[in-house]
Structures are given as structure tokens and as C-alpha cells.
């Protein structure tokens, strides 16, 4: 008996704008719960990166950070996904003096529904979503550098 699995398979779901966003329940660094519903009436950006303390999300994540007076200033929440431990997000979100949200996706279920599901780690992959939580923009292509940046002047300009 053999059993066959294709690690390299691109099964995944595809999202389009203008469709709801899938609906989660998970919880943040300090174990408490968020929701999809959470955030109905806000416009949020929701980005899936690989791990904490790796150089890229490093680098992705401080992005936010040095602009995210900005974000708020034009009434955008911001929230990681990874599938790291809430104590690994905490922490990360300590030594980095991030001001906003990292939600932990164990059981890697919410990636699989936004199509962002890797086998070890999410694939990095951003989405907006509008105050009737419906996805406004996806981002696939990401330069680590720029992303926060980018999105930042796409949504207010």
C-alpha cells in the first residue's frame, strides 16, 4: 500500500475582489479571540507571512510599523497570519515594538481559505477588506520592503 502525497501541488483556493471575505476565528499574541465579524464597519488589512523572526516578515512587519500612525489616520486596521505559537508572536511583537495584531493559524484552516496555505508555512499574500467585509484588493507579488508603502498609497490615494 502506498500512499502518494504531491508536496508540490498548487491546489488552492482563489479569492476575487469584490467577494466576502471567508469568515475566522483565531487567536492573537495574548490568546485572545478575533473574528472576521470583529472587524465589520473597518476597512482591515489581513496579511498571511511565513514566520516571526525571519527576514523577510522582519522587514514586512516593521514596514507596518514605521507607517502605521498612517494606517490609523485613515482608519485601517492591520493584522498578521502566520501559523506560528501565540508565545512566538508575542514575543516577536515585543522585540520589534509592533502596534498591531499577530494571529496564530495552527491548524493552518484560515490560510487554506484565503488560498495563502503552504505546506511548511503560509505563502506571503495580503488582502484588503472593506467595511462590509469583502475583499477590495489582494496582493500577491510582494516586495518585503515597499509592501506596507504600497498598499498604504494604493488605499489613499
Known amino acids: 500500500f502506498i500512499v502518494f502525497i504531491n508536496f ?5 483556493i482563489v479569492l476575487s ?5 471567508p469568515s475566522f476565528t483565531l487567536s492573537d499574541q495574548d490568546g485572545k479571540t478575533h473574528s472576521l465579524g470583529d472587524y465589520k464597519g473597518k476597512r482591515i488589512i489581513v ?11 522582519i522587514k514586512e512587519a516593521c514596514g507596518f510599523r514605521n507607517i ?4 490609523e489616520k485613515n482608519g485601517i486596521t492591520v493584522i498578521g ?20 495584531n499577530f494571529l496564530s493559524d495552527t491548524t493552518k484552516s484560515v490560510a487554506l481559505s ?3 496555505n503552504g505546506i511548511f508555512t503560509p505563502k506571503r499574500k495580503t488582502f484588503v477588506i472593506n467595511s462590509e ?3 477590495e484588493k489582494i496582493y500577491d507579488q510582494i516586495n518585503v520592503n515597499t509592501h506596507a508603502e ?3 498609497a494604493d488605499l489613499t490615494n
Open 68 to 71: 502605521y500612525s498612517e494606517f
Open 150 to 152: 504600497k498598499i498604504l
Open 17 to 21: 475582489v469584490g467577494e466576502p471575505a
Open 47 to 57: 496579511y498571511f507571512f511565513p514566520m516571526a523572526e525571519t527576514p523577510g516578515w
Open 133 to 135: 467585509l469583502k475583499i
Open 81 to 100: 497570519i502566520s501559523y506560528d505559537k501565540p508565545k512566538a508572536l508575542r514575543n516577536f511583537k515585543d522585540k520589534y515594538n509592533l502596534p498591531f
Open 8 to 12: 508540490f501541488s498548487n491546489d488552492s
Open 114 to 116: 484565503y488560498g495563502a
